[in-house]
């Protein structure tokens, strides 16, 4: 089986965002073929490079969206109509959806916006590859005008309605950039049109470019959210003015129905997301749960040796960020030391960009001032009982090392999605306390105490109790463990996609059929062993290749993979 991976910030990028189980996904089904289309964060992500790739992986193509360049094409008068009358209908689309609908419409309203917005968006794709592409013609006035008279229409919505002209320029360009990938000349027979299935491995813009695979190739696809991509926009925006929240919430809410309509499979990473998606018009019948998968064996020693903890040291770990509430925390920790007056805690994580670092050194001064070093007394510590630290470093403590040094593990987060360091910390045995916050107690299930988020008194008391019943936190510990092993390591989350891989295909009719010279089919042109696991050719055969529009960079060889029989045929 031929599978493209659709990423955006991923893999095969060294600092991709869940980069990991895409390489971990893709070395566990090394009988299938990979091909990569990756689409870049930015020119630093860009400069850091590639994660080696296994030989199953034959072609990966990258574009940077980010990097918006004029292609200089002047489209004609014929053009010039076609790309303002789809605009349009997507605008007007856009302008008619309530604000306060995550899913980008009620449903009580007609699905015929639903399809006037799908209709203007492969309206737009088929006008990108009939000209080579879109991206003067979205940075144009034409786009803003026409954004402009669908926000001034009747019937569209107050908030769009009161849209002023900052407000139209800086949606039109947010539009611009997420309609980017229309312009990628990925969607052709020897691209991804030579697939068998499309995997996206998030919504946004991955999805899109799968989106438009099916409809320019007919080629099945998978989605896989592990964070569902409206919840993070309703995030990220909390500064914009009302018409640009709701214009901008509106496209991803039709984007996302119109992913989840015409995708064959529906992968959530967890219950709080499935919950997401079938808000936003998913079919329950397309969903299948697939947990993240998490390799055990670095916290197979700490998990199997419980009782070398200390039993006074609570720790924490992940990124260093406001939606991690650490001020809570250490606040919470201020009621615990009144309690267990030798009591630690350990903060190992690096801040998440220029807000976590601020946010960081906040924290610091909170502890400084909450705990000034004790120099005196019956519980002396000599330093600051808060100690901050980075991990995984040259030099620097790994997670592992970190979670076998405490005898609990906290979490505090007010916003989570699936919490991978509460499922490290299971799989190394440890009993946790964690807020009620995304998928956190469909992980822990009975394994840990759960409490309200930003209620340092309630994550306090629980603390405390664990720390006091050290058999109770050994319970809760092997329990943990148990769980993880069960639900959460890599060769679940493997077979689990197999599965789907082989249903998909199962369902989805023949596409490619070869011609010969004369146009008539090729009766065996594809063997029935291009579908048998292993290599049918000289390994030296196949080369990766890199490309992508004409804002897409070149790249050098990378790696070399042998063709299958598929391929060989033709």
């Known amino acids: 089986m031929r599978i493209g991976l659709l990423t955006e910030g991923g893999y095969p990028y060294v600092s991709a965002e869940a980069g990991l189980w895409c390489d971990r996904l893709v070395r566990g089904l090394e009988q299938h073929e990979f091909d990569v289309y990756a689409l870049s964060r930015g020119?630093?992500?860009e400069a850091e490079g590639w994660v080696p790739l296994p030989p199953q992986v034959s072609r990966v193509r990258t574009a940077s969206p980010w990097d918006a360049v004029d292609d200089g094409v002047a489209h004609g008068r014929r053009a010039r109509r076609r790309f303002a009358e789809s605009y349009g209908e997507l605008a007007a689309a856009l302008c008619a959806t309530a604000p306060g609908?995550?899913?980008?419409?009620?449903?009580?309203?007609?699905?015929?916006?639903?399809?006037?917005?799908?209709?203007?968006?492969?309206?737009?794709?088929?006008?990108?590859?009939?000209?080579?592409?879109?991206?003067?013609?979205?940075?144009?006035?034409?786009?803003?005008?026409?954004?402009?008279?669908?926000?001034?229409a009747p019937g569209a919505h107050r908030s769009a309605h009161e849209a002023r002209v900052p407000d139209l320029l800086a949606v039109a360009a947010r539009l611009e950039?997420?309609?980017?990938?229309?312009?990628?000349?990925?969607?052709?027979?020897?691209?991804?049109?030579?697939?068998?299935?499309?995997?996206?491995?998030?919504?946004?813009?991955?999805?899109?470019?799968?989106?438009?695979?099916?409809?320019?190739?007919?080629?099945?696809?998978?989605?896989?959210?592990?964070?569902?991509?409206?919840?993070?926009?309703?995030?990220?925006?909390?500064?914009?003015?009302?018409?640009?929240?709701?214009?901008?919430?509106?496209?991803?809410?039709?984007?996302?129905?119109?992913?989840?309509?015409?995708?064959?499979?529906?992968?959530?990473?967890?219950?709080?997301?499935?919950?997401?998606?079938?808000?936003?018009g998913a079919d329950r019948a397309k969903l299948?749960?697939?947990?993240?998968?998490?390799?055990?064996?670095?916290?197979?020693?700490?998990?199997?040796?419980?009782?070398?903890?200390?039993?006074?040291?609570?720790?924490?770990?992940?990124?260093?960020?406001p939606a991690k509430d650490l001020v809570s925390l250490l606040h919470a920790f201020a009621e615990i030391r009144k309690e267990v007056p030798g009591a630690r805690l350990r903060i190992a994580g690096g801040p998440s960009g220029p807000e976590g670092a601020a946010y960081l050194a906040h924290c610091k001064g909170l502890a400084a001032q909450l705990f000034p070093d004790e120099a005196d007394g019956p519980h002396a510590v000599g330093r600051n009982p808060v100690s901050f630290e980075e991990t995984g470093g040259p030099g620097l403590p790994s997670r592992a090392d970190v979670y076998a040094s405490g005898a609990l593990v906290v979490l505090s987060s007010v916003v989570e999605g699936f919490p991978v360091g509460l499922v490290e910390a299971m799989l190394s045995g440890r009993a946790t306390v964690s807020t009620d916050v995304g998928a956190v107690v469909e992980a822990i299930g009975g394994t840990g105490l759960v409490v309200p988020p930003r209620n340092?008194?309630?994550?306090?008391?629980?603390?405390?109790?664990?720390?006091?019943d050290p058999e109770r936190r050994a319970r809760l510990g092997a329990a943990a463990r148990a769980r993880a092993l069960e639900l959460f390591t890599v060769e679940q989350n493997v077979a689990a996609f197999h599965g789907i891989y082989l249903e998909i295909l199962s369902r989805t009719p023949v596409r490619r059929v070869v011609l010969d010279g004369t146009g008539e089919p090729l009766p065996f042109a594809v063997p029935a062993e291009a579908h048998v696991p292993g290599r049918w050719a000289d390994p030296a055969t196949r080369v990766v290749a890199r490309g992508g529009p004409r804002w897409a960079t070149d790249a050098p060889v990378r790696a070399t993979t042998p063709v299958t029989a598929t391929e060989a045929a033709r």
């Open 101 to 152: 609908d995550p899913s980008g419409f009620s449903e009580e309203a007609s699905a015929v916006e639903a399809d006037r917005f799908a209709s203007a968006l492969y309206g737009l794709a088929e006008l990108a590859r009939d000209e080579g592409g879109l991206p003067g013609a979205l940075r144009s006035e034409t786009a803003v005008r026409a954004l402009e008279r669908a926000c001034r």
């Open 288 to 321: 299948r749960t697939v947990h993240p998968g998490m390799d055990p064996a670095p916290f197979a020693e700490t998990g199997e040796a419980p009782e070398c903890a200390d039993p006074h040291t609570l720790v924490w770990t992940g990124r260093v960020e």
């Open 43 to 45: 020119e630093r992500q």
């Open 456 to 468: 340092p008194r309630a994550l306090a008391e629980a603390c405390v109790a664990l720390l006091r």
């Open 177 to 280: 950039r997420a309609l980017r990938p229309l312009s990628l000349d990925w969607y052709e027979d020897d691209g991804l049109g030579a697939v068998d299935l499309c995997h996206a491995a998030s919504g946004g813009a991955a999805a899109l470019v799968g989106l438009l695979a099916r409809h320019f190739c007919d080629v099945p696809l998978l989605v896989t959210e592990y964070g569902v991509r409206l919840r993070t926009h309703y995030l990220t925006e909390p500064d914009s003015t009302p018409a640009i929240r709701s214009l901008l919430a509106a496209f991803h809410g039709r984007l996302a129905a119109e992913t989840y309509r015409r995708a064959a499979v529906i992968t959530p990473g967890n219950a709080h997301a499935r919950r997401w998606q079938e808000r936003c």
